[in-house]
């Protein structure tokens, strides 16, 4: 047998409850690591992204997401082009 996520296994849920499921494994894995990292962050909406901000403000710890974007997507983002920080 395999992962089981309220019964059902891991494979078959939903995103949001995989992704709620491997935000929280990641917040308490290592209490002294306090960044989550989240690849292809842009496959995400905005209110899927306020949720993990949540999470991350609840446990304690920072986001790190990888999003594709054209412009400002937040003001406490780090914007990088072409593996280069910009002002």
């Not at 891991?10 to 917040?27: D, T, Y």
């Not at 949540?54 to 790190?64: N, P, R």
């Amino acid at each position: 047998t395999g992962l089981e996520l309220l019964g059902v296994p891991l494979a078959q849920a939903s995103e949001a409850q995989r992704m709620n499921f491997w935000v929280a494994l990641g917040a308490s894995s290592n209490p002294r690591i306090r960044v989550l990292v989240i690849r292809r962050a842009s496959l995400y909406d905005h209110a899927r992204m306020e949720q993990l901000a949540s999470i991350a403000k609840d446990h304690g710890f920072q986001i790190w997401a990888e999003v594709v974007s054209e412009g400002v997507l937040c003001a406490d983002g780090v914007e990088i082009v072409d593996g280069e920080a910009q002002p």
